[in-house]
């Protein structure tokens, strides 16, 4: 039982290019979402996804495109690099079913640090 | 819109303090979920408790205690008898209970706690 994987753990890119931020869970959670962590800012929401086939927009979205085809992956995709993008990025994922009272929170990738140069 | 708001940027104490960190939350849900994570040197996201809001009873487990204030719409943290692993950033997170919206958790920005020896 992996949890959230997150790959790469580090990239560096260019100005304008493309890239994918993957993320793959193996607990057959339904919910699943990303989030970026600036200095001072927390973590705020980029996209979400309530189950394969749906997604939204969440805090934060512009600049970034996601899609859900299967419930394990949840890969987040920079269309045109720009330096603003320079972050540490989380995946994060949940299951449905938990509504006890002390269960448990919100499984997170190890994280992906992003520089745009 | 929901906001959580950690007003301690930064706390230092000496090993074997008592530290409280602060956590406000804003909501219009009835219905809510409320989370500590914590956040070491090494980067990962550690899964600290989480709250339903339909519950006040407070939570002890060892030295860590949380104290869920829904009147002041507080959910604050106590470590007891602080020790330097404890050092880490702390942030608390604020979610919806509703089915479509599960994946989105509201972060405050974190508080920064170092335990000196």
């Known amino acids: 039982n992996a949890g959230v994987t997150q790959t790469p753990k580090f990239q560096v890119l260019k100005t304008g290019q493309s890239m994918t931020l993957q993320c793959a869970q193996d607990m057959n959670h339904e919910y699943m979402s990303w989030y970026r962590q600036d200095p001072g800012m927390g973590l705020r929401l980029i996209h979400y996804s309530v189950g394969a086939g749906i997604t939204d927009q969440g805090e934060v979205p512009n600049g970034y495109n996601v899609s859900r085809s299967t419930t394990e992956d949840f890969p987040l995709r920079l269309l045109s690099a720009a330096p603003s993008q320079t972050s540490v990025y989380f995946c994060?994922?949940?299951?449905?079913?938990?509504?006890?009272?002390f269960g448990y929170g919100y499984t997170f990738g190890s994280g992906t640090r992003l520089t745009v140069v | 819109a929901q906001k959580v708001t950690q007003a301690q940027t930064e706390i230092s104490v000496v090993e074997k303090e008592d530290v409280t960190l602060d956590c406000v939350y804003e909501?219009?849900?009835?219905?809510?979920?409320l989370f500590w994570y914590k956040q070491p040197p090494s980067g990962e996201l550690v899964f600290l408790i989480r709250r339903n809001s339909f519950d006040e009873q407070n939570e002890i487990s060892g030295r860590y205690s949380w104290n869920f204030q829904k009147s002041t719409s507080s959910f604050n943290f106590t470590i007891t008898a602080s020790q330097v692993v404890d050092s880490a950033v702390y942030f608390c997170?604020?979610?919806?209970?509703?089915?479509?919206?599960?994946?989105?958790?509201?972060f405050g920005e974190g508080t920064q706690l170092t335990v000196n020896p």
């Open positions: 997170a604020l979610s919806e209970a509703r089915e479509t919206s599960g994946s989105r958790l509201t």
């Open positions: 994060a994922s949940i299951s449905t079913w938990d509504r006890g009272t």
């Open positions: 909501t219009r849900d009835t219905t809510y979920y």
